[in-house]
């Protein structure tokens, strides 16, 4: 439970500190909700974002993130491409598995194309992963993977569907445990 708290904490200096603009996200499915806070340096399609994000599942798993990342036009101007690069800080405890605590530096990457046929629509995707060299306490590494499919519902609001894989290797027996693993829907909440 320590972890979480500090992330707890992470998380209000980090809406404290909000510059420019931000997002609301939340997503959820019958077993696990995420509540995510993002900022930005500036409004323009290259800028350094931030996120602060809490999780929780059915199996009374805590997982927060505290990340940044660099986004922007791939190419040239006016490409229906964004992408982002940057890295996230990954704690994870529980209070239903023996005092499971780790935490993770996990490095990663994100997509997001906007057709240009399909109005206010959009693909994305993400990954992270954490090898054992960056993995600390009850994992050796982590990885998590998303994708979304997202309709702009007004301009300031998104709602989206989307696939979750969040997966660790135990330290304790070496093997693969899925903390989530399934569709979600969610909603993302734009604020200047």
Do not use: C
């Amino acid at each position: 439970m320590k972890t979480l708290k500090a992330f707890a904490g992470s998380m209000l200096l980090a809406a404290s500190t909000a510059t420019a603009a931000g997002a609301l996200d939340v997503n959820l499915n019958n077993d696990s909700v995420r509540l995510a806070l993002s900022w930005m340096t500036s409004p323009s399609p290259n800028s350094l974002e931030g996120e602060a994000a809490l999780y929780y599942n059915t199996d009374d798993y805590y997982v927060g993130t505290l990340g940044v990342r660099v986004v922007g036009e791939t190419g040239r101007q006016g490409n229906p491409i964004e992408a982002g690069v940057g890295g996230k800080l990954i704690g994870i405890t529980s209070s239903g598995d023996d005092d499971f605590d780790a935490m993770a530096l996990g490095l990663g990457f994100g997509l997001r194309y906007y057709p240009a046929s399909i109005n206010r629509l959009a693909f994305g995707g993400q990954a992270h992963y954490a090898p054992d060299i960056v993995s600390f306490g009850d994992v050796n590494n982590l990885f998590e993977g998303v994708l979304t499919v997202e309709y702009q519902v007004l301009p300031q609001a998104f709602a989206y569907i989307g696939y979750r894989l969040l997966k660790i290797e135990r330290e304790d027996n070496k093997k693969t445990q899925n903390l989530d693993e399934g569709a979600h829907v969610g909603m993302r909440i734009l604020f200047q």
